[in-house]
Structures are given as C-alpha cells and as structure tokens.
C-alpha cells in the first residue's frame, strides 16, 4: 500500500485460546502509527510493533483530554473469511469527533485502507468461536508538550487491536439498569455527541455506584430537565411501546451509534417504522405501571444488542417484560450478529470483507 511502511518483528506473542477471551486485555503484535504536524499535515504512516507511546509529562492530552477514538469490529466468518461492519462509518465519525475537539481530520480511505493491511497481518489473532471478535481501536491525541489551555498543534494516530470475547460476562440476557438523577453525562452544546475520553470520564462515578447496588448500567437523563432518556451506560437505547420501535432524537448530547444507525435502518428495511423524539423517564415508568407491553434495550458496538430486563427509578424496581428477551430485541440482534459473521444475506452491504484467514 502506498504511503505506508511496515515494519515486522520475529519475536510474535501466543495468542490467547478463544474461551479464554475477555474484552480488552490482551494486545496484538503490531499497531498502525500515523503523526500530524502544521507543516507536513498527516504523514509517516507505519505498521510497526506494538510498543508503549512515549510521552513528555507536559504532554497535552494528559492534562486537557483533547483526544478521540472509536471502537469496531472484525469477524471471522464459519468460511474463515474475516470482514469488517460498516467500518466507513467508523471513520467518519472520528473526522465527526475531530471537528468538535479542534483536531486535523483524517484521510477516511487511507486510514480503512490502513486497518485491512493491519489486520491482514494481524489475522491469526482473530477468534473464531461465537460471539469472538478482533476489537479495533484507532485513536488520536494531542502530543505538544505545552501547559496552557488553546488546541495542539502536533498529533499521534494510532490503532491497536484487542481479541475478544462477550462484553457481558452474563451473555446475552435482560440486565438491570439504575436511573440516576444525581449525575450528568453530557448537556447539549458540549461534546457529548464525540466520542472523546472525557465522556467516559464523566460516566465513571454513577456507573460504580450503580454497581455497588447490583445494576450493570446507568440510565443517563438529559443534563437540563433531568427528565428525557438520553443514553444507557455508552450504548443508545431504544425502546418498544406497543409494537412501535421508538428512540431517543439526537440532540447533541447524544452519541450517533452505528449499532444505532444499523437498528433503525435494519428496522425500515423490514417494513416498520422507527420514531426518534424525546421519551421521557416518567412516560417509560406510566407505560409500565400500565401493564402495556413493553421491551427496552442498548446498542453499541462491544455489546451489539443489550435487553433490558429492571429498571431502578427513584428506588423503585420494575420489571420490564417478565425480565426476558423481548421478541423483536431477539430480532434485531439475530439479524446483525448474522450479518457480522456472515451467517446471513447482507441486504444492506455493510460488510467490507478484509482477507481470508
């Protein structure tokens, strides 16, 4: 590939068997590298082995967070193909992202070009047994070595890549998730709708005191009002009211998932229509007071599909759908975990096919 070197090494790390897999521990052999300066824009694109990032302690990123990254996928298919789900997207997200942290934006074809190479010579370390993937994580930080609050000027680029196995340990089961109202993950007008390390931050405190009282999520509410659903956890949420497939609007303070995006898409590709407005968390509680049939669930891409089983809210407990799989939350990840594995037609060609294994 050209504008791209690769530099291999003989000393390659035992992959990890496949039941052993977590989500995020272990590493792969290489990383991709790519660096920005004013002058010279994007340049030195390199394959080389993966190594820590060497960083004076002034170092931008490390005091003022004025970094971005993404997370996707590759699947190994029953056939040994190994293929990638809307990857495009990805990147165009991150040059999203770029915008709002004041940071030069990509080559969105290069750098897709870029991750195939990687993954081409990274491909032993891509599971096959179910539910396994190859977790992608390209990444860019602010590298001036400066103390003073204004945009960096020099940048870093890189992608690393992770094996792994189910994010919820539990597997695909209803989870229980805790509606707070005593924090705030994003309010409009912010960069609550890049995909930045500070929004994760801010999730840290909430998320551990719901863990601490047995709930494996948080349900954010909107930072203004403190009354519209905004996100669970780092996923989009969605939620059936009577047969109709309805989520919150994107406002600004809200992620635009691609598992989001493939959901609803997924949805009108079959003939049904999807509402996105504001739900408020009193309209969810009413529904469900009322007996009327509802399913909640999360999209993201580590979890693909989250069901929804309890809701805490204001120390009250529900249930939501018996606590089971709902009908069409079992659908709709069948449908995209069969296209992600190529276990299915792709009707909506998201895949991007990489090499065979």
Same mark, same amino acid.
């Given at each position: ?9 003989? #000393? ?38 993966? @190594? ?9 990123? !490390? ?19 190994? #293929? ?24 969105? @074809? ?55 196995? &189910? ?41 551990? @005191? ?15 009002? #403190? ?35 493939? *959901? ?19 309209? *969810?509680?009413?529904?469900?007071? #009322? ?24 120390? @009250? ?17 069948? &449908? !995209? ?21």
């Amino acid at each position: 590939m050209e504008g791209l070197s690769i530099t291999t090494t003989e #000393q390659l790390k035992k992959c990890p068997n496949d039941n052993e897999l977590n989500f995020g521990v272990d590493f792969t052999d290489y990383m991709f590298n790519m660096d920005y300066h004013p002058d010279s824009g994007w340049h030195n694109a390199r394959i080389e082995p993966y @190594q820590p990032i060497v960083m004076d302690p002034s170092t931008m990123v !490390l005091h003022y967070g004025q970094g971005v990254f993404e997370g996707l996928k590759a699947y190994k298919t029953s056939s040994g193909n190994i #293929q990638l789900f809307r990857p495009e997207e990805n990147f165009a997200r991150l040059n999203r992202s770029c915008r709002l942290l004041c940071i030069p934006e990509i080559d969105e @074809q290069f750098s897709l070009d870029a991750l195939k190479e990687l993954i081409k010579l990274e491909k032993r370390w891509v599971p096959g047994a179910s539910g396994t993937s190859l977790y992608i994580r390209p990444t860019i930080v602010a590298t001036d070595p400066f103390l003073g609050v204004r945009a960096s000027k020099n940048y870093r680029y890189f992608i690393i890549l992770s094996p792994v196995g &189910a994010y919820y340990p539990e597997g695909f089961n209803p989870v229980k998730i805790w509606v707070t109202k005593n924090h705030v993950r994003a309010v409009r007008g912010g960069v609550g709708e890049a995909k930045t390390p500070g929004n994760y931050a801010a999730s840290l405190y909430a998320g551990e @005191q719901a863990h601490k009282e047995g709930y494996t999520q948080v349900l954010w509410l909107d930072g203004v009002e #403190q009354k519209y659903v905004e996100e669970v956890g780092s996923m989009n949420i969605f939620f059936v009211f009577d047969g109709t497939l309805v989520t919150p609007e994107l406002n600004g303070s809200i992620l635009p998932g691609i598992t989001r995006k493939s *959901v609803i898409e997924m949805a009108n590709h079959w003939g049904m229509s999807v509402i996105e407005r504001k739900i408020s968390i009193d309209e *969810v509680i009413e529904s469900q007071k #009322q007996g009327k049939k509802m399913e909640i669930f999360g999209t993201g891409t580590a979890a693909v599909i989250s069901p929804v089983g309890f809701i805490r809210y204001q120390n @009250q407990e529900y249930v939501i759908n018996d606590g089971k799989v709902g009908t069409l939350t079992q659908k709709l990840y069948n &449908a !995209l975990t069969d296209i992600q594995y190529g276990h299915a037609k792709d009707p909506l060609n998201w895949i991007v096919s990489v090499c065979s294994s």
